[in-house]
Nanobody, 123 residues
Framework: QVQLVESGGGLVQAGGSLRLSCAAS????????VGWFRQAPGKEREFVAG????????YYADSVKGRFTISRDNAKNTVLLQMNSLKPEDTAVYYC????????????????WGQGTQVTVSS
């Protein structure tokens, strides 16, 4: 079992920045790919960014490419999502998820999920 806890969400003005953190506990985290997803009210959960178990490969949705950066520190069992130049359309609940395999954009492929953290970007 892997337990995931997100933190770092909040209210920010458009153009601002936030850094989300995903802290893992339980089984070793280093063997898992991690993805960040988000879900806005009335919308499906969508892939935002992902990072391979080693941290050597990263993936981004087109909507966040160039603005968001994902990174991980396996020694600290932590994955970060640095979000810059935030837009109102980035408003959503953000979730981190882990799966023992490759990064995928499909939520159903992930084995473990955090409880989510709210990000609200005002215009």
């Amino acid at each position: 079992q892997v337990q995931l806890v997100e933190s770092g969400g909040g209210l920010v003005q458009a153009g601002g920045s936030l850094r989300l953190s995903c802290a893992a506990s339980g089984r070793t985290f280093s063997g898992y790919a991690v993805g960040w997803f988000r879900q806005a009210p009335g919308k499906e959960r969508e892939f935002v960014a992902g990072i391979s178990w080693s941290g050597g490969s990263t993936y981004y949705a087109d909507s966040v490419k160039g603005r968001f950066t994902i990174s991980r520190d396996n020694a600290k069992n932590t994955v970060l999502l640095q979000m810059n130049s935030l837009k109102p359309e980035d408003t959503a609940v953000y979730y981190c998820a882990a799966e023992r395999g490759r990064v995928t954009t499909i939520p159903q492929r992930y084995d473990y999920w955090g409880q989510g953290t709210q990000v609200t970007v005002s215009s």
